[in-house]
């Protein structure tokens, strides 16, 4: 288990990509923010087997308290959407690394063991 929660992290520093609509003046600080996000979605295990790999894509809104509002976790997978949002829903994140009201999305790729 330990072997593909640390292949879940190096797959997800390698496909996780933020976009943003409307907003050029945060992309200077989108590679932080990226590193915080990957910290917050490592920190705990994901314990359901996946039978293949399942790419997910997220958006995200910041609050006007500099929180992450997730918005859409683009799969059917339950166990996923609670595992994402539980560990990224209302987590505070620096405030100059993106634009308060502002939406991003990502992808996260869960690979099975």
């Known amino acids: 288990m330990k072997n593909s929660i640390a292949l879940f992290v190096v797959v997800l520093l390698m496909n996780t990509t933020f976009v943003s609509a409307n907003n050029s003046n945060a992309t200077e600080d989108l590679?932080?923010?990226v590193k915080k996000v990957?910290?917050?979605l490592e920190t705990t295990?994901?314990?359901v087997e996946?039978?293949?790999e399942v790419v997910v894509?997220?958006?995200v809104k910041i609050n006007s308290a500099d929180e992450?509002?997730?918005l859409n976790v683009g799969t059917d997978n339950e166990a996923i959407k609670k595992f994402i949002s539980g560990k990224l829903n209302y987590t505070k994140i620096d405030a100059g690394q993106l634009k308060q009201g502002s939406e991003y999305s990502f992808y996260v790729t869960?690979?099975?063991e």
């Open 31 to 33: 590679p932080k923010a």
């Open 38 to 40: 990957v910290r917050l």
């Open 45 to 47: 295990r994901f314990d």
């Open 50 to 52: 996946l039978e293949k």
């Open 57 to 59: 894509k997220v958006q």
């Open 68 to 70: 992450i509002v997730v």
């Open 110 to 112: 869960f690979k099975p």
